[in-house]
Antibody
Framework: QVQLKESGPGPVQPSETLSLTCTVS????????VNWVRQPPGKGLEWMGRMRYNGDTSYNSALKSRLSISRDTSKNQVFLKMNSLQTDDTGTYYC?????????????WGQGVMVTVSS | DIQMTQSPASLSASLGETVTIECRASEDIYNGLAWYQQKPGKSPQLLIYNANSLHTGVPSRFSGSGSGTQYSLKINSLQSEDVASYFCQQYYNYPLTFGSGTKLEIK
């Protein structure tokens, strides 16, 4: 079955770089896109960016200068790197599978990984 | 960026009631609208796409409607398992944007 699982470092200090990994199973990264969505504690959802099935990437302009998304199809993994972290980057980070017939929707979500930015 | 304004922010209703959540886009999104349900402590789940198409496995008491800039999610015969936050999301244009959410509770 389709699964996505985020992994990451736990607490991060301000100004450091965040590195997250999304490991997928049950589908191919060359057939489906994977997006990253984050959620500050008790707040709403923010789309961060995506890795398309063909290897193209696109980013939220609000984060573009700090964000990089890449993948390793042989390992079924998608990576997120974001630099210059601040306390308002604290939240749960989700990787999601993009819908195949309806691009831009998210039909499967990972369980999320909590990232705390604190000194 | 397309702004999504969702209302109400919170909602309390009795079991068996019908509730409606509204979402307004800052410009026409041509039915590029999805709804998600997020139960406490869980990841969001897709409910509806294309404004009115039910995702696989979603109970038929959920329905979506609307066009242009105005959309709504209706839940008929409210059940205890519907306690959750609900978010709209537009995918007509990038960056993809979400509404601020509606927290639904049972009276």
């Amino acid at each position: 079955q389709v699964q996505l699982k985020e992994s990451g470092p736990g607490p991060v200090q301000p100004s450091e770089t965040l590195s997250l990994t999304c490991t997928v199973s049950g589908f191919s990264l060359t057939s489906y896109g994977v997006n990253w969505v984050r959620q500050p504690p008790g707040k709403g959802l923010e789309w961060m960016g995506r890795m398309r099935y063909n290897g193209d990437t696109s980013y939220n302009s609000a984060l573009k200068s700090r964000l990089s998304i890449s993948r390793d199809t042989s390992k079924n993994q998608v990576f997120l790197k974001m630099n210059s972290l601040q306390t308002d980057d604290t939240g749960t980070y989700y990787c999601t599978r993009e819908g195949h017939t309806v691009r831009g929707t998210f039909d499967y979500w990972g369980q999320g990984v909590m990232v705390t930015v604190s000194s | 960026d397309i702004q999504m304004t969702q209302s109400p922010a919170s909602l309390s209703a009795s079991l068996g009631e019908t509730v409606t959540i509204e979402c307004r886009a800052s410009e026409d999104i041509y039915n590029g609208l999805a709804w998600y349900q997020q139960k406490p402590g869980k990841s969001p789940q897709l409910l509806i796409y294309n404004a009115n198409s039910l995702h696989t496995g979603v109970p038929s008491r959920f329905s979506g409607s609307g066009s242009g800039t105005q959309y709504s999610l209706k839940i008929n015969s409210l059940q205890s398992e519907d306690v959750a936050s609900y978010f709209c999301q537009q995918y007509y244009n990038y960056p993809l944007t979400f509404g601020s959410g509606t927290k639904l509770e049972i009276k």
